[in-house]
């Protein structure tokens, strides 16, 4: 059973409006969310994160809302811009071990149109 | 400063041969990790590492094992590859005191 899921396999948004990516899990342990964005033929690269405690992160052009009641974060873009067509990840980070573990969602294909 | 370097970026095997990945990262970071991303599904751990000489299961660490005889490497090994394990393979490191971890570009095996 998926314990982070994104249920948007994509999506498509005009250049220059708001791109909100959406993400939920189940898992009450987790404390810790990340967005991570994928171009092609590389590897993930860390975007914005938000701690349990907060519910609101902003960094520029992006901000992650987290509503932990509804075990609901999502990722806005304002203005999104062609350079932000990627896949977005989220990820969820609890301890396990002697580890934090990151729990990914399946992701998103943001597609920003000229 | 490359980061996390994985090595090779392609590989086609045949069932039953062995092979095994190279991830190297110069951060100095503590952490490594390796992941698989298989589609329509988000990354999933495979094995980790939380210092040299130590290495620990993931989610999926069934037909895999690893090695971190070196505090900037960490090898993947499949023993004997099955077409179950054609993905994607990325490495990651972190510091350890953080949850941000900095992914290679990839490894792309594929089991006929």
């Known amino acids: 059973d998926q314990q982070v899921k994104q249920n948007s396999p994509s999506l498509s948004v005009q250049e220059g409006r708001i791109s909100i990516l959406n993400c939920d899990y189940t898992n009450s342990m987790f404390d810790y969310f990340l967005w991570y964005k994928k171009y092609p033929a590389e590897g993930p690269t860390f975007l914005i994160s938000?701690?349990?405690?907060?519910d609101k992160n902003e960094d520029g052009r992006f901000t992650v809302f987290l509503n932990k009641s509804a075990k609901h974060l999502s990722l806005h873009i304002v203005p999104s811009q062609p350079g932000d067509s990627a896949v977005y990840f989220c990820?969820?980070?609890?301890?396990?071990?002697?580890?934090?573990?990151?729990?990914f969602g399946s992701g998103t294909q943001l597609t920003v149109l000229p | 400063n490359a980061g996390v370097t994985q090595t090779p970026k392609f590989r086609v095997l045949k069932t039953g041969q062995s092979m095994t990945l190279l991830c190297a990262q110069d951060?100095?970071?503590?952490?490594m990790y390796w992941y698989r991303q298989d589609p329509g599904m988000g990354l999933r751990l495979i094995h980790y590492?939380?210092?040299?000489?130590?290495?620990a299961k993931g989610e999926v660490p069934d037909g895999y094992n690893v090695s971190r005889l070196k505090k900037q490497n960490f090898l993947l090994g499949l023993e004997s590859a099955a077409p179950s394990q054609t993905s994607v393979y990325f490495c990651a490191s972190s510091p350890g005191t953080t949850d941000t971890q900095y992914f290679g570009p990839g490894t792309r095996l594929t089991v006929l």
């Open positions: 990820a969820a980070s609890a301890l396990s071990g002697s580890a934090r573990q990151l729990t």
């Open positions: 938000i701690s349990s405690i907060k």
């Open positions: 590492s939380v210092g040299e000489g130590t290495t």
């Open positions: 951060m100095n970071h503590e952490y």
